[in-house]
């Protein structure tokens, strides 16, 4: 993203001279997502298929200025969600130069800080954050510790001499220093209760303890976690204190149309560093896959279908293209149906089964995929003339395909057809579409199409498949 130049004022007399306001952070975030709802800007950026549900909550509870808890299956984007929200601080917001809890010049709250501002006055150093460095995220693990969260008394300091009472020899943990910005902790639940117990006083006193120090430093600090549902209702693992004190429960789900799902995975599936094509009717036959497998019940409702699945269903698909490339010497990888089924035992490890299907994942996987693929066959070629195709089977033409046959080859195997300008159009093949990869892409799914609508007959071999009638 870019950035836009540093501010120039860097002594606290030269920061009151240039009007700059001072704000806490929520009443930042509230004021400048305010400013972007009146002129219809984006507020979070790369979030699908959450505009008419999850993010109308979100908008209230940051307009209300609440902390909250995101919660969620895995791979519902929860975090993906949180860290947009640091696109709605300012920029670049002045902290006193070298806080380690980034203290706004107006309002030093540290000892160090506070201490600095009597010895200078006006002239107190002003440094500069960005906000891609206001924000900070902690994954809860049973490791975590509150050293880590909070702060501890660091030994080195007192090495130095300093007294243990001295609040300059404690050594801040991710939370004070995240102060002024936004922290996230990840999977809350997973965090040990007497963990928990410190966010108590952040939550709502605002402020820190540590080792019983005689210390308040109060906080300007938005603080999000992120939660299973699983784990969070049913296990009641965030202690009842603790959930009391967040203003906001927001709850989110995966895309909730095959539209949204599409956008999901051009979005993040890093296609373009494998230098590999996916037409468009193979997304779509990953996007049902995706949601088949979800909606299915031989999986585990409880532990959800990450969005991480399709995303990585894509990848692996156009990475089969690129491999078969580089064994044949295709010049241009592009994807066609024969790289599906390795898809399923891929990502097979991805997805929880109910007990009594251990043993048939892949067949489970397997079979979902042709559902997918019938489907998205029926939606985009389901109305067309197919005809002149059939007619060379009807002749007793026989095609092998397979994931290593390149697409000229399979061209030729096939031979002619008329109207495959018309079958390419359908599937969204326009112009700069009309290599023979996209070709055989094509005319390879309109083929499996045929044969999941039984109009043609396929046997699979140990060098492919043969279409036959």
């Known amino acids: 993203m870019h950035k836009s130049p540093t501010p120039a004022p860097s002594t606290l007399r030269e ?27 984006p507020r979070f950026p790369g979030i699908v298929g959450f505009d008419d549900t999850v993010l109308p909550h979100l908008e209230r509870a940051l307009i209300a200025g609440h902390d909250l808890v995101l919660l969620g299956e895995r791979g519902q984007g929860k975090t993906r969600l949180i860290r947009t929200i640091t696109g709605l601080l300012d920029e670049w917001s002045p902290v006193v130069k070298g806080c380690e809890i980034n203290d706004h010049p107006y309002a030093p709250v540290c000892v160090r800080c506070r201490r600095l501002a009597a010895a200078h006055g006006d002239d107190l150093p002003v440094a500069w954050k960005h906000r891609e460095d206001r924000y900070g995220e902690k994954l809860a693990t049973p490791d975590t510790s509150v050293g880590d969260l909070i702060g501890d008394v660091d030994p080195i300091k007192i090495a130095e001499g300093r007294t243990l009472g001295d609040p300059e020899t404690v050594h801040y943990g991710l939370v004070p220093r995240t102060n002024r910005g936004v922290f996230s902790v990840n999977e809350l ?13 952040v939550l709502e006193e605002r402020d820190i303890q540590v080792r019983g120090y005689n210390l308040r430093l109060p906080l300007d600090i938005l603080l999000i976690a992120s939660a299973n549902p699983e784990d969070y209702t049913n296990r009641g693992r ?25 956008v999901l995975i051009r979005q993040e599936a890093d296609l373009g560093a494998l230098g590999a094509d996916l ?19 031989a999986v585990d409702s409880r532990s959800g279908v990450s969005a991480r699945f399709s ?13 078969r490339a580089a064994l044949t010497g295709e010049e241009r990888p592009v994807t066609r149906v024969c790289d599906l089924p390795g898809v399923v035992h891929t990502l097979r490890g991805k997805v929880e089964f109910e007990v009594s299907e251990e043993g048939r994942e892949i067949e489970v996987l397997a079979h979902l995929l042709r559902r997918a693929t019938a489907e998205t066959f029926r939606s985009s070629l389901g109305g067309a003339d197919l005809a002149p195709l059939l007619d060379r089977f009807g002749e007793g033409a026989q095609v092998e395909s397979g994931e290593l046959v390149p697409a000229h080859e399979l061209l030729r195997r096939i031979g002619r057809v008329e109207g495959l300008s018309k079958i390419m159009a359908r599937l969204g093949m326009g112009e700069g579409d009309e290599s023979p990869g996209h070709a055989a892409a094509a005319l390879e799914f309109t083929l499996e199409g045929l044969y999941l609508m039984r109009r043609l007959s396929k046997d699979e071999t140990d060098g492919g498949t043969v279409y036959r009638t």
């Open 15 to 41: 920061l009151r001279e240039s009007g700059h306001r001072y704000r806490t952070v929520k009443a930042e975030i509230r004021e400048n997502l305010l400013a972007r709802l009146r002129a219809g800007e």
């Open 189 to 201: 639940p997973d965090l040990a209760e007497r963990i928990q117990v410190a966010l108590l006083n």
């Open 238 to 262: 965030i202690i009842t204190p603790l959930k009391d004190r967040f203003g906001a429960e927001i709850r989110t789900h995966y895309p909730r149309t095959v539209e949204d799902e599409l």
């Open 279 to 297: 037409p468009d009717h193979l997304v779509e036959v990953i996007a049902r896959f995706t949601r088949l497998v979800r909606e299915s019940t």
């Open 311 to 323: 995303i990585a269903a894509a990848e692996t698909a156009a990475a089969s293209a690129v491999r």
